[in-house]
């Protein structure tokens, strides 16, 4: 079902992007990877180990003339542009009282709006092609907060929203929109924690561990390969947030 199709995932040189990016060519995509600097060869060659092809872009999505770009050279490197992952995102996370407005502004220019400006570009492109694949990563935070990431929390509920908006505009053409929500998810941002704060950490998920890079990926397939899911936010958190 995806084999052939363009797949591009922003943030894709390490951790969730970089899993995603070769899930997706287990099943045959050529992808599209993006970052701000150069991924490595041994990235690259894992992926086209899978019989598959890739192109990387330089971009940072959270200027839209460089999301722009990146939509554009991906359709004209393999002619369509089928699933969009906004994987790319940072952290700057301080309490309220220490938080700067460059702080905020940072978090939500990059987790936000980049994700806005690729999706106005590659909507464009999907409405042409009467079909599509949209997948925002969001986060348990920007479901329930989280205490020092107002920035990080804000910018994901955004995300959510926007998902939620782009899913209603873009149906009627075949094109689902949809939002995983990681919650503490084994990569080199949980690394540095300490080990009380990861046991505390576990106490908090029913299942009392962190999931993998896999887990995130397998469900990013999943949200492409079914053409009858729009519009949701799919937890990855252990059973963290469990909505009614």
Same mark, same amino acid.
């Given at each position: 079902?995806?084999?052939?199709?363009?797949?591009?995932?922003? +943030?894709?040189?390490? +951790?969730? !992007?970089?899993?995603?990016?070769?899930?997706?060519?287990?099943?045959? @995509?050529?992808?599209?990877?993006? +970052?701000?600097?150069?991924?490595?060869?041994?990235?690259?060659?894992?992926?086209?180990?899978?019989?598959?092809?890739?192109?990387?872009?330089?971009?940072?999505?959270?200027?839209?003339?460089?999301?722009?770009?990146?939509?554009?050279?991906?359709?004209?490197?393999?002619?369509?542009?089928?699933?969009?992952?906004?994987?790319?995102?940072?952290?700057?996370?301080?309490?309220?009282?220490?938080?700067?407005?460059?702080?905020?502004?940072?978090?939500?220019?990059?987790?936000?709006? !980049?994700?806005?400006?690729?999706?106005?570009?590659?909507?464009?492109?999907?409405?042409?092609?009467?079909? !599509?694949?949209?997948?925002?990563?969001?986060?348990?935070?920007?479901?329930?907060?989280? @205490?020092?990431?107002?920035?990080?929390? %804000?910018?994901?509920?955004?995300?959510?929203?926007?998902?939620?908006?782009?899913?209603?505009?873009?149906? %009627?053409? !075949?094109?689902?929109?949809? @939002?995983?929500?990681?919650?503490?998810?084994?990569?080199?941002?949980?690394?540095?924690?300490?080990?009380?704060?990861?046991?505390?950490?576990?106490?908090?998920?029913?299942?009392?561990?962190?999931?993998?890079?896999? #887990?995130? %990926?397998?469900?990013?397939?999943?949200? @492409?390969?079914?053409?009858?899911?729009?519009?949701?936010?799919?937890?990855? #958190? +252990?059973?963290?947030?469990?909505?009614?």
């Amino acid at each position: 079902m995806l084999k052939e199709k363009t797949v591009i995932v922003t +943030g894709s040189s390490r +951790g969730i !992007g970089k899993e995603i990016a070769l899930a997706f060519a287990k099943e045959g @995509a050529n992808i599209v990877l993006n +970052g701000r600097k150069e991924p490595s060869k041994e990235l690259i060659q894992e992926i086209e180990s899978h019989g598959v092809k890739t192109h990387f872009v330089a971009a940072d999505v959270q200027y839209f003339d460089q999301a722009k770009k990146l939509i554009s050279e991906a359709k004209e490197t393999f002619g369509s542009v089928d699933v969009l992952v906004n994987n790319a995102g940072i952290t700057n996370d301080k309490l309220i009282m220490r938080m700067t407005e460059s702080d905020f502004e940072q978090v939500i220019n990059v987790n936000l709006k !980049g994700t806005f400006n690729t999706i106005q570009q590659a909507s464009s492109v999907m409405l042409k092609q009467k079909s !599509g694949t949209i997948i925002n990563m969001s986060s348990v935070s920007g479901l329930i907060g989280n @205490a020092g990431q107002a920035n990080y929390a %804000a910018s994901k509920a955004g995300v959510i929203g926007l998902t939620k908006s782009t899913a209603r505009e873009l149906a %009627a053409r !075949g094109i689902t929109c949809n @939002a995983i929500a990681p919650g503490f998810i084994d990569t080199d941002m949980t690394e540095v924690l300490s080990e009380k704060v990861k046991d505390a950490a576990k106490q908090q998920i029913p299942l009392k561990k962190f999931g993998t890079v896999a #887990d995130v %990926a397998q469900t990013a397939v999943f949200l @492409a390969k079914n053409r009858y899911i729009t519009g949701q936010v799919l937890n990855v #958190d +252990g059973g963290m947030v469990m909505n009614g």
